[in-house]
């Protein structure tokens, strides 16, 4: 059995609570949520801390997904099960159930949360990618109160993010824009294995013009920030194979993944390439068959 | 209810329609015995023991492949509150017990005290108070280690310059382990030569692990007073581990007692001795507590006993018209820092010597050059029943490669050349001698069952649509239930098997075996052997395993040879109880042994069934009062020991269809047709799940299993997030269907399954997807065919692993 070194356990109450354990005990902290990837750190003896501060007891606070007018909110706690069967998200984020069903297994998706995922910032990792490409900004909350920024804003690389010590991620912001769909697709060796590539695609249409596209990468490279070029080439566009081809070789291009057990580096660019033309089709033919974007809200 | 025939000779299996909830009074469907307790949880585990007073010992492992170690301080750890004892090799040294002999008359390092050879080599261990304590004081001892450059590629460990791993044997100047050779090579070469077609393949068969849920581990527990040793272990064969402690450690064999109790899966990965086993007993003898020693997931996949690691040449020559006529290979094979193979002695390439297959050769001959890596030692293991697995994947691929070549159906062309019917019992050119068997019966039961040429009909199909479907054929034959004494023994220990079995007076019954389950249902499957022979209901037999003191000597549960061997060594223990209850019998029906017969259950006399005694009223008599016959002593049991007079040859015929994604390479295993035959079926429910495991293994090893190394000699299959396993979302609904060929010398005719699907799966698998990739002009891609390697091979240029 693989046993941590011994650590301290506390358990927040609120929010307020878990910065104050923060600021109080150090930079020896760290914070627990679903624990799927810390725990296991830990247990190999990859990750000391002399305190774990568990935020489960947070989920009636920060568990959430919220509709509003012109965004949905998500709590940072929301686990990646409710985030796969919430109507809410199906309804205007196909993007979200496409990525979850990939995402590890059941019991990893019982326990692992939004914020988990995004503050892990592995690079392979599947949720950041589906918040870079919905354009996405996070609710950081620390002492002096709550800072907002974009997800370009938030991660910085792998396994770091904007988050300072003292500080938690509480929500991310997702922004509702009319005639819109959005799709994910994850080529990996074995279900639950971390990506080989990942692909996430968002488009907005006016009638038959694309008015705006986002493509999010996972695994091809030191981070998933989204690629303009990509937007920049689709807008204004008739959505066409030619054009999900131009999309798929930006994307190839601009990514930078190395060869590990996962797949060698030309393969893992064949994906970015091959990913980010399915997603932009099925987006926009989800768009057309009216399956999905802005319909859940008005409807 | 089910309609199944089980005595059809051939047929496909409905399984979601069969009632496995029956009572047969012998062989047939029936729950397991052994169920209620592991899905309730309460199987009794190694690491479930918990003694008073038990102590808790951690191993520390190097954390490079090859170095000298300059020194090791332990100082901190000693000082640790918690802390019993530090070890390190000198300390063992200094006992004479810092090297212990392996299964292949080699040595490996108890600890290492010259130099480490391989990423994960115990180094030291802390025996403390808890686990816990224990981990962390590992962390307090400081090792100084003199970086060596390390061997890695096996190709290469043999060049002048590479460095020498075994510097402890004396005189040694290279890393050659051994050479050995099979077959008749002049032969070969003359066929070779004069044949219409030769085709050439290099096909490496990667290491992969057996990974076994349960991790090995062991409680050691010395009695400074009586001076006996207890180990509760993970042994596939407590026998054989008692005599070698023995053997090591000089204490006397009737003092220690072994018992591996529920086992989580073994695969061959318990049948070495581990250093820790070692580590644990030292431990008790010099603290006179008992210790517990159980390793985490990473040191079982790092540091115990690998399987395959063969990178093999196959030829194969044969005539324009597809007739076969002659294999030829040789095989660089990969043991690691210490030839710690589990084969019997004369075999140290376990029976690889089969690959000539299931086909009717006019020659055949391999050599093998055996080399020593910086890598874990081992390979047994991995359900491939001493290496058929490679020596069928090695045949059945390097066919296909000519099937290829020649624009041949590959069933056509194993047609052609299969064993008939009447050449049994048919010796092989390299000396096998397969007992029973009918062939095409088996493979054309597949093909039904698949509908082969609508499958083939569908793929030209989709071709011309783009789309990559494949079809893999693979026909096996398994050579297993080691061994007869004259021939096979395990560093001097015969392979036969012992059984005891004894009647209680009222009619229950114990049997005694010196096999060990590891989740094969033994307690069921044994209890059904005994059943039929006797007539005692499965339910009112108990059968022991796993304990030395309560069971008598045998060689263990691997190669399948637990039916083969032990299951032959309980039918016939039956008999002999029978054959004593008829005397009794015949004295209390008072007529002769000659005038009785035997009804499942019963004696009755000839012509009067209405006069009978049943074998429960007999098992009282036998201990009650009152007169036997003369001679006759009370009780009712005997004990045998069972030297079998050949292995047995299980076989096969497995259909894979795949679809391949031509954007992303990602193979689907759409179908798998399974068609075995293994002879007298005892539970055919058991054999079922038997072969469902051994097809989802197949799946893990052709699509995703590998034990890789870097240049640096750091083992990259550390964890199961990196060593994959299959899960049910990757394999398909197992179509399976069967034949019954019983083997002539077995008591029941019964030939043993439980390697079989492991042995028959991956080349069908592999098959189909290289026979997909045909548009591409790929004869041959090398496992684990992972979406990157796919697409490498759909880019002209399949590489191999290592």
Redesign the interface.
Known sequence: ???P??FEYERATSVDNAIDLLERLGDEARLIAGGHSLL?MMK??LANLEYVIDINDLHNELGYVRVGTDEVRIGAMTRHRELLESPELAALFPIFADAEQVIA?PIVRNRGTIGGSLCQADPSEDLTAVCTTLDASCVIRGRGGERVVTMAEFHRGPYETAVEHGEILTEIRIPVRPHGSSAYAK?E??????A?TSAGAAVWMDGDVITGARVGLAAVGPNTTGIPAISEALQAQAPSEELYARAGAIAAESCSPVTD????AD??R??AD??TR?TLRLSVERIQAGVAGDQGRNG | MTTLDEGVAATPEDLEHADNDQHPVGHGRMLRKEDPRFIRGMGKYVDDLQLKGMLHLAILRSPVAHATIVSIDTTAAQAHPKVKAVITGADLAAQGLAWMPTLSNDVQAVLATDKVRFQGQEVAFVVAEDRYSARDALELIDVEYDILPPVVDVRTALAPDAPVIRTDLEGKTDNHCFDWETGDKAATDAVFARADVVVTEDIVYPRVHPAPMETCGCVADYERVSGQLTLWTTSQAPHAHRTVYALVSGLPEHKIRVIAPDIGGGFGNKVPIYPGYVCAIVASLVIGKPVKWMEDRSENLVSTGFARDYVMRGEIAATKEGKILAIRTHVIADHGAFNGTAAPVKYPAGFFGVFTGSYDLEAAYCSMTAVYTNKAPGGVAYACSFRITEAVYLVERIVDCLAYDLDMDPVELRRKNLIQPEQFPYTSKTGWVYDSGEYERALDLALEMAGYDELRAEQAEKRERGELMGIGVAFFTEAVGAGPRKDMDILGLGMADGSELRIHPTGKAVLRVSCMSQGQGHETTFAQIVAEEIGIPPADIQVINGDTDQTPFGLGTYGSRSTPVSGAAAALVSRKVRDKAQIIASGMLEVSVADLEWQKGSFAVKGDPSRSVTIQDIAMRAHGAGDLPDGVEGGLEAQICYNPENLTYPFGAYICVVDIDPGTAAVKVRRFIAVDDCGTRINPMIIEGQVHGGLTDGVGMALMEMIAFDDEGNCLGGSLMDYLIPTALEVPHWETGHTVTPSPHHPIGAKGVGESATVGSQRAIVNAVVDALKPFGIRHADMPLTPSRVWDAMQGRPTPPI
Do not use: S
């Open positions: 059995m693989q046993v070194a011994p296991p190999l003896r297994d080529v060796r074995r279900a639950g294995d971390w080989v057990n996962r797949g060698t393969y893992k064949h994906l091959e990913l399915r």
